[in-house]
Structures are given as structure tokens and as C-alpha cells.
């Protein structure tokens, strides 16, 4: 038999109460926002999941400090409620477009006093469950997720900075295609693009002086050389002097960094990595003040990139596990890069976990761990590192990470190949240089697979 509305109410009481935060992180909004609850007049239309005896519980009252694996689980479910429906799994709503009872709910909804879903490229009640959740991971007021990393970098951009008078500053190691982005399509819409090193702080300062920087884009920590920002720092510098802050912080997934509460104004992710996490369903997001994230919306909808429900959910059902699976990533990329650190046949490990890493100072003061990806450089050349890369068992050969299958590759061959060895030493790569993503596979079984395919050069 179906629970009563009072049983259910007890329950959730409990499991609300119950679980204060054992976390380390605080969090920086309300406790309704931070679980996508009920806010005032949303829920006209869809019959919420919470009853309206449950709704006391998600007030403003609630210790809210509930830690990410239960905000994973639950945030935008059953501690938000979109979708009217007591099913435990949040259903795909299909459907492009939504009916109104009347003209005058028409004209409610229009005049912003009723709330309803209108057209499937403007939100859909899945794709908004799935919006709820990140939010609450990333302590942000508001999410918008779009149909893959490029398309929120691209909407974030353009809907920002101001063609014919805006001015982005980004960093020379970021995400390639974001970087070429900017390099050379905004350059062409009268944006004035600079580029600084990741770490010089002096030069980023210089520019700042000029006093029209409209917007700071980086990623920390970057690919493949994992190396750090100090978010907090540049979030101080950028704001004194009017500037954004956008962080890509796909590297680091919404369980090990927050951008947002060391003072980032927007985050984004490829949530085709950690946040989807099987190497199977494409998606990006933007987060940040409900302000920005309207204003990236209503570029978005004419960018036409919208997510399908279908992908929305199969995201819903990748982040019920993403503490886990980036735990356990943090973990045994920590194990493995101290281990390759000390191996006779390993050159250089990048990874900020290791004491030995220039950025683990900032790592660890903005970072809750330090992600399963790691960039060694083997001792041999281009085609001794090829051996290796074949000799292992099981990752796959593979761009990309983050997912549950660990995947390798060697830049020069995979990113790199064919172009010159001048355009490699710019970006840093070497050809005995190789990526690993860690997936959550057993840490014995990944090291013995690893340490015999070193065997075998
Ligand atoms: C993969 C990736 C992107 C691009 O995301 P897509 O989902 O492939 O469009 C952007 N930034 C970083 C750091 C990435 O790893």
C-alpha cells in the first residue's frame, strides 16, 4: 500500500533532520535554494511531489547542511519536486510543448504570476529537476543545463561579453576549443581578447588597470597538466575592478571544488564528464546568480542548444553516484600518481594531490580532493610510450573522462598528431607524455595493469 501523506511527511521529517552535515563545506545559500524547494508560486501547475505538510520540512527552518551525496540523491527530487508524480524516479517528460487551461492562465503565466513550462527549447520539467540538482551541488541560486560543455562555454561568452566593446582576458592553458573560441570567433565581434598565464597574477593585475575587462575565463584544474588557479585571488582582483569571473571546473566536478563559493561569479562544466559520468550522454551547464544565468538563458534560446529529456534524465541517474564514483577516482589517482612519482621509468607526474606539485598549495586550499585524472611522462620516446598505451589491459585508448571506464591516451598521438613540434611545446606536450582518467575500477587491478604495461618497455 501506498504510504499515507502523514506517513511520508514523518519520514521526510526524519531523513531531513537526521542528516546534519558531516561536510566541511558550508553552504552559501538559503536552504530552499540549495534544494531547488518550493519557491513562492512555482507550483501551480504541476502537482509537487511534497505535499503541502512536507513543505514545512524543506522551509527555511531546516539545518540545510546536508552533504552532496544526499543532495546528489535527493536535490530536485524529492527535496524539490517538479514533476507531479510520486514515482521515486523523476519521469522523462517527453512532450515539446505544455497546454494551458485558459487564456487567462495564459496571461498569468505571461504576466509572471503563475509558473508553467511553455516550449521544450525554453525548459522542460526533466531537464529542470536535473537544473535543480547541480545548483544545489554547486551552491548556486541557478543552473542552466545546455546539450554539451561547448554550448554553455559558448552561450556563457556571448551572452556576456558585449560584441563591439567587451573584453575577455583568459588564460594561455584552458580547454582548446574554448580557448580557439575565444582566440578566433569573438576576436571577430570587435571583443578585445587577452591572453595571461595561468599564474601571473602581475600581468592579469596590468590588465585589469585598463579598467574595461568585462570577463576572466579559465579552467581549474587544466587538462592535461592539472594545473590551479587561485580562484579566490582572481575572483578579488577581477571584482575590483568590475570583471566576471568564469571558472571551467570540469576537472575538478562539483564534489571536489565549488568556484562559486570562493567567489567565481559562473561555473561551468562538461557534464558529459564527471556529472554524466558513463561515457555516454553528452551535456554541459552553467551556474551562478539567478541575474547572469537569465541573461545566458535568453541567449540560449536562440542558440537552440537544449538538452532532450531523455539525456536529462540518463544525467539525473549518472549524478545519484557521482560522490561515490569521484571518491573513489580521487582516491586511487592520488595512490597512483604517488606510486608512478617513485617509479624508475616515470619521468614526471602532474597531479595537483602530490606534495611535489607546484599547484598543490592552491589545490588544497580550494579543493575538497584532486580528481581522477593525472598526466605523467614516461621514460621513452613517441613510440616506446605507443608500446605502453598498447600494452595496457584496461582503459580504453580514449579522449575524454571522468566516466566510470578509465580511459588513456597519449596527447601527441591522440590531440596532437601531425602537427608540428613547435605547436606541441608550446601547449607543453611531450611525446612520451600520458593522460589517464581513473574510473572506478578496483585500485589493485589498475596498478598491477599499469606497472606490467611499464614492464614491457
Ligand atoms: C570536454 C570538455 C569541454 C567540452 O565539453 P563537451 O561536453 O565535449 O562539449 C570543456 N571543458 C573541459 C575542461 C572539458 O574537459
Redesign the pocket.
Known sequence: MAPTAKASSTKQHRLLRARRSSSKRTAALSPEALLGATLPGVHHRFVPVLQQDDAVATGPTRDAALSDETLAVHAGEKMGGMVGTDSIATPIVSGTTHWFKSSRNLIAFKEGRRHSFEYGRYSNPTVKVLEDKISALERAESTLVT???????VATLLALVPAGAGHVVTTTE??S??RAFIRDKLSKMGIKVTFVELNDMGTLKAVLDQGNVTLFYT?SP??PHLKCIDIKLVAELCHRKGALVCI????ASPINQKPLTLGADIV??????YIAGHHDV???CISGSKDLISRIRAWHHDLGGAISPDAAYMIIRGLKTMALRVETQNHTALRMARLLENHPKIEQVYYPGLLSSPWHDIAKRQMTGFGGVISFEVASDLHGVMMFVDALEIPFIAT???GCESLVQQPAVMSFWGQSGEEKAKNGIKDNLVRFSFGIENFEDLRDDILQALEKI
Do not use: F, P, R, W
Not at 248 to 251: H, K, Q
Not at 268 to 273: G, L, Q, R
Open positions: 546539450s554539451s560543455g561547448m554550448n554553455a562555454i584552458c580547454y576549443e574554448a579552467d587544466t587538462n571551467d571546473s570540469t576537472l561551468v562544466h562538461s557534464a558529459t564528464k553528452m551535456a554541459g575524454s573522462l571522468g
